[in-house]
């Protein structure tokens, strides 16, 4: 009976053991998510940046010729000479 008592007394021990690192294991994890979340969010701002730039650059380029010229024979120079 004295054995099962240490058997047991070892298992809680062992278990204690592992909450402790599951525990430290899991602030760490806390930890790393928080960071990431930070770096991500800044990611996502300079994303939102960028696209603002682009759509300024965009808005400055000349607006497209109308559908007509574009349907028109290029003329050939060559032939004309």
């Not at 965009?58 to 060559?78: F, H, M, S, V, Y």
């Amino acid at each position: 009976m004295i054995s099962e008592f240490q058997d047991l007394s070892d298992k809680i021990e062992r278990l204690a053991e592992l909450v402790g690192s599951l525990r430290s294991e899991n602030a760490q994890l806390r930890q790393t998510n928080l960071l990431l979340n930070e770096v991500n969010m800044a990611l996502v701002e300079r994303i939102v940046e960028v696209q603002h730039r682009v759509e300024a650059v965009i808005e400055q380029l000349p607006a497209p010729e109308p559908e007509e010229e574009k349907d028109a024979e290029p003329i050939d120079t060559e032939a004309t000479q």
